[in-house]
């Protein structure tokens, strides 16, 4: 197999910040040194690389030397630990209300639903189901 470098296009302290995160998990974990094939810099690289550019996990963790399984183990664990950084919903909301915003933009993934099992009229006059209208 052949290999080769590309440049990642993160800011270092970035990769440093996501590496002390990977480092404390490990520590609460009780994970040995040196037990682990990447250290908590090339783990925090292999991470930042997938959301950089998403592709396949297992390709991408050949090139740092993993097996497709520890490739998605470690996929995972860097995942987790960034989502744990993450405020929810309602942190987002108290934090609004301080802030005494007037409105919030919440993004996130629409999925289809018939909970109604009715339709709705649009404006226009036109019958469309639930998922058309959340979706315009």
Same mark, same amino acid.
């Given at each position: ?12 302290? %970035? ?6 995160l990977?480092?404390?998990?490990? @520590? ?5 040194? &040196?037990?682990?094939? *990447?250290?908590?810099? $090339? ?5 930042? !690389?997938?959301?950089?550019? &998403?592709g ?10 993993? +097996? @497709?399984?520890t +490739? ?6 860097? *995942?987790?630990v960034? !989502?744990? $950084? !993450?405020?929810? %919903?309602?942190?987002?909301?108290? $934090?609004?209300? @301080?802030?005494? *915003? ?19 009229? +649009?404006?226009?006059?036109?019958v ?9």
């Amino acid at each position: 197999m052949t290999t080769y470098s590309v440049s990642l296009g993160v800011p270092r302290n %970035l990769i440093f910040f996501v590496a002390r995160l990977l480092r404390a998990n490990r @520590r609460k974990l009780g994970t040995r040194k &040196g037990t682990r094939k *990447l250290t908590c810099y $090339q783990h925090a690289v292999f991470i930042l !690389a997938w959301m950089r550019d &998403g592709g396949d996990i297992e390709r991408l963790g050949a090139g740092f030397g993993m +097996s @497709r399984s520890t +490739s998605c183990v470690r996929h995972a664990e860097g *995942l987790e630990v960034l !989502a744990e $950084q !993450a405020p929810n %919903l309602l942190e987002v909301l108290l $934090q609004a209300v @301080r802030d005494g *915003l007037a409105f919030l933009i919440l993004d996130g993934t629409l999925v289809p639903c018939d909970r109604l099992e009715e339709k709705k009229t +649009s404006v226009k006059g036109k019958v469309v189901d639930d998922f058309a209208i959340a979706s315009r």
